[in-house]
């Protein structure tokens, strides 16, 4: 491990030592003096990186649970808060936390009026490296998560500040619930009985640790390569930029992933067009060697001739004699009827149903369906309209002939 100098700041105390064992300064009320006393030893070892471990009673770290957001309106979401700690303050954090199927965001701000300020932009005025802000409630969480490796409810750790209070952190997995200082075992069910509002089960799924010294946390926290959550300091003509450049950069990665696709799908369109080319080939030689020396044009031009002759041989009256027996037989009265003579012979015909049986129109119809395909064989039949109109199972009760059910089928033939 690479030696740091910790900076360990609280509500009344400050201690600096180098790691975590050898104590240089510590001071108890006042910080008035502190600074430039800390100053004159840091210096001292100016190439030796700097780490602030912050543990105060203020409620650094807040979250707030978020509703389901598009990337664009996660956006729109940051820079409006960026703004808002602009206005305030050029310190702050943040992330997202995604827990249980939930997004949550993370951050923390220091105003101007906050004494942490202070004590951040004098850290940025030394030319020592820096090893990075850490708040020591929030980075409990790793600590727990090494000393507690199978624990999925609620943790809580409890180590004391001094020797009246003790400091008890609660999470829910990777969310911190709560930080605070309490005098004994009253403060802490109070705690409990605070959180159990809406976390019902916590007393049930709480598991605790318990530390004799806050050292041994803070030497955990000295060998941590990053804070949990980094604090940046960035002016609003810097932060727009980023903001620019991050919105460029989506822009980019979007066009790229479209032009991504679309070679993709050509290339997939390609394939399957080269593999079609030997069999097309093939198929041109095949009617190549098969239509030999003769024209193409006047073979088509023959082809439709043929075509319209052959339907002008067909002779309809036989057509319509089968029609006519058909609608006797199925007591049909023919309202309508069409024939077509061009490439394909159509029959279309529209006829009134009676039904004096009563009997279910469905079952009629089908019937008469089945008479034309016994009576055109090889043909093709199309229902253009049904004989009903709310149901197959409608029985047709009214046989008056303003409201005889209406039915229209189309016959081609071959």
């Not at 360990?8 to 006393?37: N, P």
Request: glycine share 4%; charged share 25%; aromatic share 10%.
């Amino acid at each position: 491990m690479n030696e740091k100098f910790l900076l360990y700041l609280t509500d009344d105390e400050v201690t600096l030592s180098r790691g975590h064992h050898e104590i240089l300064y510590h001071l108890k009320g006042a910080f008035e003096d502190a600074r430039q006393d800390l100053e004159s030893i840091v210096l001292k070892a100016p190439k030796t990186p700097l780490r602030l471990l912050i543990d105060r009673s203020h409620q650094d770290i807040r979250e707030e649970k978020l509703p389901p957001l598009h990337p664009w309106d996660r956006i729109r979401f940051l820079s409006h808060k960026k703004a808002e700690w602009q206005s305030q303050g050029v310190f702050f954090g943040f992330h997202f936390l995604k827990q249980d199927k939930e997004t949550y965001f993370r951050w923390i701000h220091i105003s101007q009026n906050d004494s942490l300020f202070t004590w951040l932009l004098w850290l940025k005025s030394l030319i020592n490296p820096s090893g990075g802000v850490f708040f020591v409630p929030l980075e409990a969480c790793r600590f727990l998560k090494k000393n507690l490796p199978n624990s999925n409810g609620y943790q809580m750790i409890l180590y004391p500040i001094s020797s009246s209070e003790t400091r008890h952190i609660i999470f829910q997995r990777n969310r911190l619930l709560l930080s605070r200082l309490s005098e004994g075992e009253e403060g802490i069910k109070s705690s409990l009985h605070f959180l159990s509002r809406n976390y019902p089960d916590i007393n049930e799924n709480l598991t605790v640790k318990t530390l004799s010294d806050h050292q041994i946390l803070l030497s955990f926290l000295a060998t941590q390569k990053r804070p949990s959550l980094i604090l940046r300091n960035v002016s609003s003509r810097i932060l727009w930029l980023r903001v620019t450049a991050g919105f460029a950069q989506l822009s980019i990665l979007f066009a790229t992933t479209i032009m991504i696709y679309q070679g993709y799908d050509y290339k997939i369109n390609s394939r399957t067009l080269l593999a079609e080319i030997p069999v097309l080939k093939n198929r041109v030689l095949s009617l190549k060697n098969h239509i030999g020396a003769n024209d193409v044009a006047s073979l088509r031009s023959a082809l439709l001739d043929y075509q319209y002759l052959k339907s002008r041989t067909i002779n309809p009256l036989k057509s319509f004699e089968k029609l006519a027996s058909l609608l006797k037989e199925d007591n049909l009265r023919l309202e309508n009827l069409s024939w077509q003579n061009r490439q394909e012979l159509e029959i279309i015909m529209s006829f009134l149903m009676k039904n004096e049986a009563r009997e279910m129109l469905a079952t009629r119809f089908e019937r008469f369906l089945d008479s034309c395909r016994n009576g055109f064989p090889k043909s093709q039949i199309y229902v253009l309209e049904g004989p009903y109109n709310s149901g197959i199972h409608e029985v047709f009760k009214n046989p008056t002939k303003t409201s005889l059910p209406l039915a229209q089928v189309r016959i081609r033939l071959p």
